[in-house]
């Protein structure tokens, strides 16, 4: 069965520092994935996706990914972290490609961001 | 500018009790979700429809039902709540599978 594992539930960094999240995944073939950011009492916001193409993903908030095929690998990067990036991040995949894709996420266990001053 | 509203916020139900927790999205997407969360466990899909007049089982679906009563509509029952389904409930919306989706605010339901 497909499983999403983010390495760490629990990650501090001082403002300003890198920003680092693991997210790895089991499939023999290449899934979408996705981080989604829960910041307190909120629904999941999409920070960004990888489906094809550039394997380097940017997306909000400065934010970037690597997909990584040969790592099974998707972690998420931000050069400097900011107090206002303090929430809960979830990485995520969709396990089907093409027609087959019914839209369904597997979730990773979530890794929870402090950010320090 | 809505996007996925869930109803109630929140809710506190005795044991054996019923209830229906309400979704509706107006992006006119294909696709709906009903996802649970809880601590240290990530969001576990319960049910899904991927279409109007479709609907799916996903990870953990014992003790629920779901209607998709129309396009933007997709609601999530608890026939006899038990104390295992307090958790924080999740409605998502995506255009088609594989699109990105859109998530509401969340129902927090206790069950006592």
């Known amino acids: 069965a497909q499983s999403v594992t983010q390495l760490g539930s629990h990650v501090s960094v001082s403002e300003g520092a890198l920003v680092l999240l693991r997210c790895n995944y089991s499939s023999s073939v290449p899934p979408y994935l996705f981080w989604y950011v829960q910041y307190p009492n909120q629904g999941l916001q999409l920070l960004l996706k990888y489906t094809t193409g550039a394997t380097l993903v940017k997306g909000i908030n400065g934010f970037e990914a690597e997909f990584k095929k040969s790592e099974t690998s998707f972690h998420l990067t931000k050069p400097s972290a900011h107090m206002s990036d303090a929430a809960e991040y979830f990485c995520a995949v969709s396990p089907l490609r093409g027609s087959g894709n019914t839209g369904k996420l597997i979730f990773g266990q979530g890794t929870t961001l402090q950010v320090k001053p | 500018n809505a996007g996925v509203t869930q109803t109630p916020k929140f809710q506190v139900l005795k044991t054996g009790q019923s209830m229906t927790l309400q979704c509706a999205q107006d992006?006119?997407?294909?696709?709906m979700y009903w996802y649970r969360q809880d601590p240290g466990m990530g969001l576990r899909l319960i049910y899904y429809?991927?279409?109007?007049?479709?609907?799916d089982k996903g990870e953990v679906p014992n003790g629920y039902n779901v209607s998709r009563l129309n396009k933007r509509e997709f609601s999530l029952r608890l026939e006899s709540a038990a104390p295992s389904q307090t958790s924080v409930y999740f409605c998502a919306s995506s255009l088609q599978g594989a699109q990105p989706q859109h998530f509401g605010d969340g129902t927090r339901l206790s069950i006592l």
């Open positions: 992006m006119n997407h294909n696709s």
């Open positions: 429809s991927a279409s109007e007049g479709t609907t």
